[in-house]
């Protein structure tokens, strides 16, 4: 299984969230990690720096991107000319691959200095993404992790805004060699779509946009829980919530049972 965290805010964590997720991870071991962005709150030093120590110790290859949050606001000198330098500093490049036995996970940087909350897609991302999904064997399920959902429904009018343009466009490349899924976060709030029904992709088998609640912040959307998602090796995807009475993350739903247009 993958552990996907999402918005971790880490400036406004709950410690006790944070407690819960080293405990779930001793206790699983999945076999990686996949955050889908936004890890601090306001992208400052300390707030990267207690987000690297809490994912270097759960001691599980992790895979990370770059939300919104993750370049700075109201320093418009770094936001121009140096936006990525702290998330840099600390996790390297902002694009990644991982793979382990059961998975293939590729990381997309969506965030653009010239936009505040929108994501974005490049055709060369596309493109690049493409001959990767290609190369790698067929045996393995094929993830991509984005920031920005790629398809919101009525549960959140505000996050359409903020889909990347060229989804569809990147959808009907990717879906030919072997996609499985999408992972994001950005709207704190879990749920699973179908790509191909979504975007009348005529596939013959679905794409599922995965989107994953705030794993630990106490920023919560409409009442929704802290929560984060589990990926298993046979695809099912699960939501799991933090029980603050008990202080632990625990299994809510099936959310591919809940999947829809
Ligand atoms: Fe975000």
């Not at 407690?19 to 779930?24: G, L, N, S, V, Y």
């Not at 055709?123 to 001959?131: R, V």
């Not at 889909?163 to 704190?188: D, N, Q, T, V």
């Not at 599922?208 to 802290?226: C, E, F, K």
Request: proline share 3%; net charge positive.
């Amino acid at each position: 299984m993958i552990l996907h965290l999402s918005d971790l805010h880490f400036g406004t964590e709950k410690q006790e969230c944070v407690q819960a997720i080293q405990a779930f991870c001793r206790e699983h071991r999945p076999e990686a990690v996949v955050v889908s962005g936004d890890i601090t709150q306001r992208a400052r030093w300390y707030q990267f720096h207690a987000c690297k120590q809490f994912l270097d110790s759960l001691q599980l290859p992790y895979l990370i991107i770059p939300g919104n949050h993750d370049i700075p606001l109201y320093n418009v000198w770094k936001r121009i000319f140096h936006p990525f330098s702290y998330y840099q500093a600390h996790f390297g490049q902002t694009e990644n691959l991982l793979e382990t036995e059961h998975f293939y996970v590729i990381g997309i940087n969506t965030i653009r200095r010239r936009h505040h909350t929108r994501g974005a897609l490049s055709l060369e991302q596309i493109q690049k993404i493409d001959q990767k999904l290609q190369a790698v064997s067929s045996q393995k399920l094929k993830i991509i992790v984005a920031h920005q959902p790629f398809y919101v429904t009525h549960y959140d009018r505000r996050g359409i805004k903020d889909c990347p343009r060229l989804a569809k466009i990147a959808l009907e490349a990717w879906a030919k060699h072997g996609l499985y899924a999408l992972l994001h976060g950005h709207l704190h709030h879990a749920a699973v779509y179908d790509l191909n029904k979504a975007f009348g992709l005529e596939l013959a088998q679905p794409i599922y946009d995965v989107h994953a609640g705030t794993a630990t912040s106490y920023r919560l959307h409409q009442g929704q829980p802290n929560s984060f998602n589990v990926i298993h090796s046979n695809g099912t995807i699960e939501e799991y919530v933090f029980n603050s009475v008990k202080g632990c993350f625990e299994f809510k739903q099936d959310l591919m049972n809940k999947s829809s247009k």
